[in-house]
C-alpha cells in the first residue's frame, strides 16, 4: 500500500465492490419479481486473511462479504452465497506495477487452484434444494499449508 497507487486502488474498490453491487442491482428485481434467485459472488481468501502488500485488495474483497451477508439477512426467498478461492490460475494480477507485490503474486501461483475447482464450488451451491442456502464456501489448495491464501 506505501506504494501509493491511487488509480490501481480505484481499479480494484470499482472492479470488485462496485461490480458487485451493480450486478446485484442487475439480478434482484427479475429475482424478487420472480419470487426466487441465487446471487453468488466471488470474494477471496483475501478478505479473510490480510497479507502483506494486498491490503487494499483485501479490504475490496471484505467489503464483498459484508454486501453479500447483508444482502443474505435481508432476502427471504432468494439464496446467497460468496465464494472465497485461495489464489487460482487467472490473467489476474499479471498488471501489477509495484515489483514487490508482484514477487509476491507469482510466488504465490505456485500454489494455484485449477478454474474447475471453483466451477465445481458454484455447481455444488447450486444443486443444493430450494430452502438450502449455502452462505460462505472458503476453497484453497492443500498445497497452501503455511499461508494465509
Not at 490501481?8 to 451493480?22: A, F, P
Not at 507485490?101 to 466451477?119: E, G, P
Request: charged residues 15%; aromatic residues 4%; hydrophobic residues 45%.
Amino acid at each position: 500500500m506505501n506504494a501509493l497507487k491511487t488509480d490501481e486502488w480505484d481499479s480494484i474498490v470499482d472492479i470488485n465492490i462496485k461490480g458487485v453491487l451493480n450486478g446485484i442491482a442487475a439480478v434482484l428485481p427479475l429475482m424478487e419479481a420472480q419470487g426466487s434467485g441465487h446471487i453468488i459472488s466471488t470474494a477471496s481468501t483475501g478478505a479473510h486473511a490480510v497479507g502483506g502488500q494486498f491490503g487494499v485488495y483485501c479490504a475490496s474483497k471484505y467489503a464483498v462479504c459484508a454486501i453479500m451477508e447483508g444482502l443474505r439477512q435481508e432476502m427471504s426467498k432468494i439464496r446467497v452465497t460468496t465464494i472465497s478461492p485461495g489464489v487460482t490460475e487467472s490473467e489476474l494480477g499479471h498488471d501489477i506495477t509495484v515489483a514487490d507485490t508482484a514477487t509476491a503474486v507469482k510466488q504465490l501461483r505456485s500454489i494455484a487452484l485449477d478454474t474447475n475447482a471453483i466451477a465445481n464450488a458454484v455447481l455444488y451451491t447450486i444443486n443444493q434444494p430450494a430452502d438450502v442456502d449455502v452462505n460462505e464456501m472458503i476453497i484453497r489448495s492443500v498445497r497452501s499449508a503455511g499461508h494465509a491464501f
